[in-house]
């Protein structure tokens, strides 16, 4: 009988099958994922890896867990030290900034890929923990929501529920516009202080858009 391994080395192997994964999503994309293919990275059997991971589904969805789990410790650590809400804004974004650039593959996989989501695996044994990603993801969409309707009332403007969503998925966008940019290096071409000039569109950005949305128009 092959004896039980510990479980701090069970952990260890699971996070390097976890981490191998994710390097193949990030650089060919979900469908170039197999077990067979990690099996093969990793020096280890089929059958061996099976032991830790049901299907590279499983392993999938763990990895967007994982991030976003770490996104929400990012969001939630600036927050809770923001000495008022439109500062707790401010760094928010910059947190989410910071998340991108610091966990790029974690970013790309979770926010850049064609890879399955929740409504694909509706019916299939990793339908469970699908919901349990997508409930993760949600929770870090309605934080981001509330700490902006906290901002908006900090200056005394009280905003509708559909204006709050519209203003969070322009602002998701720039987000995001901005983390690409700085992934694919582009954003190098036009300036030489390219984190310099992201920090200066983040002062910027809530005062723009609540003039934009919700300030009355002349």
């Known amino acids: 009988m092959r ?8 952990e260890e192997i699971k996070q390097n099958v976890l981490n191998t994964a994710l390097g193949i999503i990030a650089q060919e994309g979900f469908n170039a994922l197999t077990m067979r293919r990690l099996g093969r990275e990793l020096g280890m059997t089929a059958p061996n890896l099976y032991n830790y991971f049901t299907s590279k589904d499983e392993i999938y969805i763990t990895l967007m ?3 976003f789990t770490r996104l929400r410790e990012y969001m939630v650590e600036v927050s809770e030290a923001a000495s008022n809400p439109f500062q707790r804004a401010r760094d928010v974004m910059r947190a989410y900034l910071r998340f991108g650039f610091e966990h790029p593959q974690h970013y790309e996989l979770m926010f850049s890929s064609h890879a399955p989501k929740t409504p694909d695996y509706k019916g ?7 919901e349990q990603e997508f409930a993760l993801g949600m929770e870090v969409a309605r934080f ?3 700490v902006l309707d906290l901002a908006l009332e900090g200056v005394g403007l009280k905003a509708t529920a559909d204006q709050r969503r519209t203003m969070l998925i322009e602002l998701w966008s720039l987000l995001h ?3 690409s940019l700085h992934l694919t290096g582009n954003s190098s071409y036009l300036t030489d202080r390219v ?3 992201y920090e200066h569109i983040l002062n910027l ?4 858009f609540i ?3 919700l300030m009355p128009k002349k």
Not at 3 to 9: D, K, L, T, Y
Not at 124 to 130: A, D, G, H, N, Y
Not at 205 to 208: G, K, S, V, Y
Request: net charge negative; aromatic share 0%; hydrophobic share 30%.
């Open 124 to 130: 299939t044994p990793e339908e469970s923990l699908s």
């Open 3 to 10: 004896p039980v391994r510990p479980q701090e080395q069970v």
């Open 195 to 197: 984190i310099e000039t």
């Open 211 to 213: 003039n934009q949305h």
């Open 144 to 146: 981001a929501e509330t």
């Open 65 to 67: 867990i994982q991030g």
């Open 177 to 179: 516009g901005m983390v």
């Open 205 to 208: 950005l809530l005062e723009r």
